[in-house]
């Protein structure tokens, strides 16, 4: 049997600050791909989900709107945070 393998501090600091940024990317990564499946497929997740408290047909299409603007926002907001994680 092998004796376990032990890091000097640096070593263990450069492994855990990679280990923490490819999880950030990769989550940002799945958030993006949700947003963009939502927005293929019609669907509002819950976050997005804005009201407007009228029931004229011009209220219920401004509503549509800023809710699917809410989501490409959010999209925008998590392909410049993948980004800038994916730089550091």
Not at 4 to 12: D, G, I, L, S, T
Not at 30 to 35: D, K, M, P, S, V
Not at 37 to 62: D, F, M, N
Request: contains cysteine.
């Amino acid at each position: 049997m092998m004796p376990p393998f032990k890091f000097a501090a640096r070593q263990a600091k450069c492994i855990y600050l990679y280990k923490n940024l490819t999880a950030k990317v990769q989550w940002c990564c799945a958030n993006i791909y949700f947003n963009r499946r939502c927005l293929k497929q019609g669907v509002i997740p819950k976050y997005a989900l804005i009201e407007v408290h009228y029931t004229t047909p011009a209220s219920k299409i401004t509503q549509m709107k800023l809710q699917i603007s809410r989501i490409k926002e959010e999209i925008r907001y998590l392909y410049k945070n993948a980004y800038v994680n994916y730089l550091v």
